[in-house]
């Protein structure tokens, strides 16, 4: 198609479509326009198939042809933006090749990588040094370039740069999603933005972690090997139009028909066994685990208080126990059924990669720029992290902040920010010694710091006991479910309501404390502190407390009314107390120590115990002096009615309560 005829079908398919939304937006002070291309094929087929297939050519003459078009255009650019591109055109980051250069393509993917919005040149005035004439050059390449020679004098040097115009560009790293790579390393690309595509709107849209579709035209760049030109292409899509594509709970569109459903689901008396049951099917039992997931899901209500406190919503769980207690398998299928989910495993985990971190890149992205890691990525949504106690201990550190800050703070290069992470976590681990045992506290079973595990608001031990009743459950419901009765395992809520469902509740339910649910949970909370003492565990602690408030406020989403009703905080009471006995079980007094819960050195039992050794050291050092025989003080503790206090001392030992000046022998510090 030649360049007369081009600019003259463009100019009637303008007019035609819009000439008024031209004049608006030039009225408005407007910088673009978006062309619907799906209009374009409509109008004329090989103007549509030309643009595809040479979009420089095609843009650069439509931004022409709007000047043709009478809306008091002046000097400055109307930029034309393509939308609707044909499914067609979309492809794969792995798949893209040198067939698609100077083509419009379609690219999807989460932004990993963004550098800073700075400054560009897009054309030079120089002044020639010989005649004085005045030279323009458009800048195209990564580095300005002179005039080859002046159109007067035919000067080829000594030019005198006069002025420039600049606007304003942006370098992103796109990578392909999680979704579309499973069992691939995810690709990446980079993108290049400019002008209005780096609007405050559009730069909140383009930042690390957002899933957006970008339209552009793929260019080549020469690649630099010890400053020579490589044979080697690197290559970027210059973006023509950004839009998002979030898989999110406040982007998904919910029609009528959706909404009859997702209200008449919570009215349902028996909402919440349908939602245990849709909760990974194949699973025979969990009941408890379920519940609580399916609390995860619609998550508490997020507060900040007057004095600026801010108080998080979202809802942590840990799942320690056995191998073959399904613990993987369950997480697997939660990433997979809420939005923007993900689900990352043991080793292959470091902080970086869970929170964010800082890269050098001057190449294209100049240099010092910000990564986001999975839980930024998952922000607004879930993660769930198996073998979370193969973490090195120093990545789980990382956490600390993001699941009860919620947020993500880096101070690294030159680059200071704090990245929202509003991600419930789902946690599994396994205990060191292969199986749970319900007799030692958890601490001495799982390499995860106390201080972590107080941050989750519920925890369960999944157990494997032999027991022939369940187990012939179990195994008719493996075999039914795999061969005989398939339906046995299909969902009664699927994945895409379920979805919509919890975007419905988000968006529109936000339900208050009653003060008969709060006398509840009031209640439940001080009648355990009351058994707690000097001499016995403490039962809970105010981090159950409000654990059970953002449980509370969930189960009222579910049946998305606007009161934390009595039930609900029943409800939860009953889910805390399972949670407590499964880890706080004292086993010699059958109380509950919070102490063993969350992973404390020492419980209210060996607190207890100390104080007794302590006192019998104290009476044996009278006799002996600072020097005591370790067999008198065994010999008297078990008097006292210590059992196994050889235990206590070696705890004392490692702890630096006691020394031993020579073999055999105790000192006091």
């Not at 255009?73 to 792995?94: D, F, G, W």
């Not at 809970?540 to 654990?547: D, L």
Request: net charge negative.
């Amino acid at each position: 198609m030649d360049r007369i005829n081009l600019i003259e079908k463009l100019t009637e398919f303008l007019n035609e479509f819009y000439k008024n939304e031209l004049i608006t937006n030039i009225n408005e002070g407007k910088k673009s326009i978006l062309l619907d291309f799906s209009l374009i094929d409509k109008f004329d087929i090989e103007l549509a198939d030309y643009i595809l297939e040479n979009p420089d050519d095609a843009i650069e003459v439509a931004e022409e042809a709007v000047k043709q078009i009478e809306t008091g255009l002046s000097e400055s650019k109307i930029r034309i933006r393509l939308i609707n591109i044909p499914e067609t055109r979309e492809v794969r980051i792995r798949n893209v090749r040198a067939k698609h250069i100077g083509k419009l393509i379609v690219l999807n993917g989460q932004v990993r990588r963004a550098s800073d919005i700075r400054p560009e040149v897009s054309e030079s005035i120089f002044q020639c040094g010989n005649c004085g004439n005045k030279i323009r050059v458009i800048q195209k390449e990564k580095t300005i370039s002179n005039p080859s020679e002046c159109d007067s004098c035919d000067n080829r040097r000594n030019f005198k740069l006069l002025n420039q115009k600049l606007y304003d560009a942006r370098w992103l790293v796109i990578e392909e999603l999680y979704e579309a790579t499973t069992g691939e390393r995810p690709l990446n690309i980079k993108i290049y933005l400019k002008e209005d595509l780096t609007t405050p709107k559009i730069q909140n849209l383009t930042d690390p972690g957002n899933r957006i579709k970008v339209i552009g035209v793929l260019k080549e760049l020469p690649r630099k090997v010890k400053n020579l030109n490589s044979r080697q292409m690197d290559i970027f899509l210059e973006a023509n139009y950004v839009e998002s594509t979030e898989d999110n709970y406040e982007d998904l569109e919910i029609t009528p028909e959706n909404e009859q459903e997702i209200l008449k689901l919570a009215n349902d008396p028996k909402i919440y066994e349908k939602l245990i049951s849709s909760i990974a099917p194949a699973l025979y039992g969990l009941e408890e685990v379920k519940e609580a997931l399916s609390l995860q899901f619609f998550s508490g209500i997020s507060k900040t208080l007057i004095d600026g406190t801010r108080i998080r919503g979202d809802i942590h769980i840990l799942l320690v126990g056995d191998p073959s207690t399904a613990k993987s398998a369950t997480m697997k299928v939660i990433s997979n059924i809420v939005s923007r989910g993900r689900y990352v495993s043991g080793k292959g985990v470091s902080a970086a990669g869970l929170t964010a971190t800082v890269t050098k890149d001057e190449e294209l992205l100049g240099g010092w720029v910000l990564e986001a890691g999975a839980l930024v990525m998952c922000n607004g949504s879930m993660i769930a992290i198996d073998e979370f106690e193969k973490i090195d201990q120093q990545d789980q550190i990382a956490l600390h902040e993001a699941m009860e800050q919620q947020t993500i703070s880096i101070a690294k290069a030159s680059i200071v920010a704090t990245l929202p992470a509003n991600t419930a976590v789902l946690a599994g681990a396994n205990p060191k010694l292969g199986r749970f045992d319900p007799y030692l506290p958890i601490k001495e079973q799982i390499n995860i710091p106390e201080t972590l595990l107080t941050r989750f608001d519920l925890k369960f031990a999944l157990r494997d006991i032999p027991n022939l009743d369940r187990d012939k459950k179990i195994a008719d419901h493996i075999m039914n479910s795999r061969f005989f009765s398939e339906n046995e395992i299909k969902p009664i809520i699927s994945a895409d309501i379920m979805k919509k469902y919890i975007s419905y509740a988000k968006k529109n339910c936000n339900p208050k404390m009653t003060r008969e649910a709060a006398n509840e949970i009031r209640d439940f909370y001080l009648n355990l502190r009351e058994k707690s003492g000097e001499d016995s565990p403490i039962a809970i602690t105010p981090r159950q407390y409000e654990a059970l408030i953002r449980l509370s406020e969930a189960s009222a989403k579910i049946q998305l009314k606007q009161q934390v009703r009595k039930e609900d905080a029943l409800r939860v009471i009953n889910l805390m107390k399972a949670s407590l006995r499964m880890f706080g079980l004292e086993p010699e007094t059958g109380e509950i120590d919070i102490d063993r819960v969350e992973g404390a050195r020492t419980t209210a039992k060996q607190r207890s115990k100390i104080r007794i050794l302590n006192d019998v050291i104290d009476e044996l050092e009278k006799k002996y002096g600072k020097d005591i025989p370790v067999d008198e003080i065994l010999k008297q503790s078990r008097l006292e009615g210590l059992d196994k206090p050889e235990d206590i001392l070696r705890k004392m030992l490692n702890e630096g309560f006691l020394f031993s000046p020579r073999q055999g022998y105790i000192n006091k510090l």
